[in-house]
């Protein structure tokens, strides 16, 4: 229950956030730079051999996820592919409308590694 609250805090804090950035800045499958409506940047920035899931703003790093086995973003355009539910790939950031992130979370039960929820997946688009 704990994995999944925090899991959907973070869905809801990265949406609330992303869809009011002006534009994506920069694009890794770990780590998203946006400009900010402010024009200050914000980060979201996964680290495998930690486990955890980042934001900083206005040089202010806060975890959102522990634990986190694997986490991935992947960008789009906001143009739909005919006769699907997908969407173009965005070749660079300047093209990206649309971020989708995937990541399973997990700990550690009596000594043994135990997926405790789902895989999360969430899609945002960027409104500006």
């Not at 809801?12 to 998203?32: C, F, G």
């Not at 995937?102 to 899609?123: F, M």
């Amino acid at each position: 229950m704990d994995l999944d609250n925090a899991s959907r805090k973070a869905v809801d804090l990265m949406t609330k956030e992303i869809r009011q950035t002006v534009a994506l800045s920069e694009y890794k499958t770990n780590a998203l730079t946006f400009t900010n409506y402010d024009g200050t940047l914000l980060q979201y920035v996964y680290d495998p051999a930690e486990q955890k899931l980042t934001r900083v703003k206005d040089a202010v790093s806060t975890v959102l996820l522990t634990g986190c086995d694997s986490l991935e973003f992947h960008i789009y355009q906001r143009t739909p592919q005919p006769g699907t539910n997908g969407f173009y790939a965005a070749t660079d950031a300047a093209q990206c409308k649309l971020i989708e992130m995937k990541w399973r979370c997990s700990r550690s039960l009596l000594g043994r590694r135990a997926n405790s929820e789902t895989v999360q997946t969430a899609q945002v688009v960027i409104r500006n």
